[in-house]
């Protein structure tokens, strides 16, 4: 749903959420085994059939919407908007609920939140530093960008309240609930900003849709051809020329 506010490419957004989800039956072992070893004997326990409900409640979705859109485009994009507003409801009640049923979670001492806080946004610019490294599009690095920022909090609750007592819960949960309001607002914060960018800011920005993206490569491909075309006229008429050229 971000990455659909901010005009990223949300195929791509799909398909890191299903990898990373899949990915996680080994990783979160393996994180768990290399963090936890140094202040917990305790035997953590993974909870797989979340994840598994995880990576159905990802794809299901995206099928059937793969699938209205192909028999239905006018129903698909009617859907398109109510998903949108539905997207904002959910933010909205997210937030309100973490906030009512867990708050304990405001007594956190500074530290804690400052790592709360700043974990997003500083994920946020990782992501789109590394995605611009690999020369990705505009609107591709937006969309790394918050899904590397935007982690799935929801597993990490849900490991604790497996494995551990509700007196260690208790002050175990407090980052990663924290971490899930503020990273909540941090996505809201990155909408925000770059629709400000969007209608305020320099032309590039203005144009970086998936759209006109795909119409700029396009561009881009016909005038390298044009000026292959020219090289090879040009070659034609004399070796000299065609250097100059």
Known sequence: VFSYWVDGDVPLSFTIS?????????????????????????EFVIPY????????ITITPLVLGVGIRWKFSKAASIILKIGSIAGIILVALSLILLSLLYPFMYSASWKIYVAAVSYPYISFMFGYVVSTLFRMDNFQRRTVALETGMQNYAVCFAILESSFSAEKFSVMSIFPLLYGVNVLIAGIVFVGFYQILKKYGPEPIKTHT?????????????QMTEAFLEVRVTDNEGKEEFCNT
């Open 18 to 42: 299903t990898l990373s989800t899949l990915l996680a039956f080994g990783t979160i072992p393996l994180n768990l085994l290399i963090y936890s070893g140094s202040w917990t004997d305790e």
């Open 49 to 56: 059939r979340s994840i598994l409900i995880v990576v159905g």
């Open 210 to 222: 998936p759209n006109e993206a795909r119409l700029q490569r396009e561009i881009k491909d016909t």
